[in-house]
Structure formats: structure tokens, C-alpha cells
């Protein structure tokens, strides 16, 4: 038999209520977090992200590991730079994008390192 998921009783436990009221976010910085997550999870865009957290790469670079076009991957990376996600940077005729800080880095390492858990 299913374990119920539910209390048993109705019991609001103010101290706890109140210290995490105090602690939320507003309602509006939860949106642009949520909009962050929305971009994580198309799987284009994570594939994208991933590569880059190998190392920073072209246009022609990531249409290539990914086989996509270049047109599509320049679609995503600039869903990714309007979020603040990857970067670029020039060398040359070449532009390079990488990942925008060791949080981006992060959030990929922790996501693929629970993924693993299941497997």
C-alpha cells in the first residue's frame, strides 16, 4: 500500500510559518529565477551550455559538436546572452562564447551531478 503524502491533521505551525515568510523572495525576483529555469530546460540551449562548460568555443565550433546549423545554435546563444548565461569574446574574426560566471558552471555541475543519482 501507497504511504499517504498528506498530514493526517491540519496543524499550521506559526513559528516555522513566520520564519520562512520572512526569508521568501519577492514575487517578482522569483519570476526572473524562474524565467532562468524555463531556459535550462530546453534541451538545445542545455546541450549548448554543457559544451561550453568544456570549454569556450565558436559559433562553427558548436554547430559542429551539437550537428546543428549555425544559424540555430546563434538563435540559442542569444536567448543565453539576453539571461546572462554565456558571454563572447572576440579574437580576431573568431567569436568565442563561454559560460558567464562559475554560477552557470555550477548549476550545470550540480544538475548532471543529481541526474547521476537516479543511474
Known amino acids: ?38 531556459v535550462f530546460g530546453d534541451s538545445t540551449r542545455l546541450k549548448i551550455m554543457y559544451a561550453l562548460s568544456q570549454r569556450d568555443l565558436c559559433v562553427c565550433d558548436l554547430a559542429a559538436v551539437l550537428d546543428m546549423s549555425q544559424s540555430a545554435i546563434s538563435h540559442q546563444l ?16 573568431m567569436a568565442y562564447y563561454y559560460l558567464a560566471d562559475e554560477h552557470v558552471v555550477s548549476m550545470i555541475e550540480l544538475c548532471v551531478e543529481h541526474t547521476k543519482e537516479r543511474y
Open 1 to 38: 500500500m501507497e504511504e499517504k503524502d498528506t498530514c493526517d491533521v491540519i496543524c499550521v505551525h506559526e513559528d516555522e510559518v513566520k520564519d520562512v515568510k520572512s526569508k521568501m523572495l519577492e514575487d517578482e525576483f522569483l519570476f526572473e529565477v524562474s524565467d532562468n529555469f524555463k
Open 78 to 93: 542569444r536567448v543565453l546572452r539576453s539571461k546572462n548565461l554565456v558571454k563572447f569574446r572576440r579574437k580576431g574574426k
